[in-house]
C-alpha cells in the first residue's frame, strides 16, 4: 500500500523545499515589518454607568419612579443595546451598553444624550477637524483642557480665583 509520505518528498525534492523556506521567511518578514503599530492602540469603551440617589425611597419606589422612566428613555437612544438595572433602597444603579457597531465618534454624542435625557448639567465638546481621538494635535489637547478646567469652574462652589485673591 503506498501512502503519500511529505517527509520523504521533502527530502527527495531538496530545491523546491529550500524554495518554500525562503519564501514563508520572506512573507513573514514582510509581514511584521508591515503590522500596524500603536504605542497605546485606540479603542472605545461603550458603557456608560447612571447612578441615580433618593434618599428614604423604597427599593420599589426606585424601580417604578426612577429605574423604568430613565429605562424607557434611554431605549430611545440610536446605538441602544441593553441597560442592566440594579435598585436598592434610595440607589438605582444602572449600566448602558451601546452597540458594539456604534461608531467612535458617535460615542461620545449618545452618552450626551443620556446624561441629558436624565437632565445631568453637562456638555459636549467638539474640536474642530479634530477625529474621535483629539490627542492628534497639541491645539486639541490644550482645547479640551481648557473645555474641562472651565466645565468644572462653572461647577465648583468657590471660584478657584477667589481662593487665591484672599490670600
Not at 529550500?18 to 469603551?45: K, N, W
Request: charged share 20%.
Amino acid at each position: 500500500m503506498l501512502s503519500f509520505n511529505l517527509s520523504a518528498l521533502a527530502v527527495r525534492e531538496r530545491a523546491i523545499t529550500l524554495f518554500f523556506i525562503f519564501a514563508a521567511a520572506c512573507a513573514g518578514i514582510y509581514a511584521y515589518f508591515h503590522l500596524g503599530r500603536g504605542e497605546d492602540p485606540s479603542f472605545t469603551i461603550k458603557v456608560l454607568t447612571v447612578t441615580a440617589v433618593w434618599p428614604g425611597a423604597t427599593a420599589q419606589e426606585m424601580q417604578d419612579l426612577v429605574a423604568e422612566p430613565l429605562e424607557k428613555r434611554l431605549q430611545e437612544l440610536r446605538w441602544y443595546d441593553r441597560v442592566e438595572t440594579i435598585t436598592r433602597p434610595g440607589l438605582a444603579l444602572m449600566t448602558l451598553q451601546l452597540l458594539d457597531k456604534t461608531p467612535p465618534k458617535e460615542v461620545a454624542e449618545q452618552f450626551y444624550q443620556a446624561l441629558k435625557l436624565r437632565k445631568v448639567d453637562t456638555a459636549l465638546v467638539r474640536i474642530p477637524g479634530a477625529s474621535h481621538e483629539i490627542n492628534t494635535r497639541p491645539s486639541n489637547m490644550l482645547a479640551q483642557v481648557l473645555n474641562t478646567i472651565g466645565w468644572f469652574e462653572r461647577h465648583r462652589a468657590i471660584p478657584m480665583n477667589a481662593g487665591a485673591a484672599e490670600k
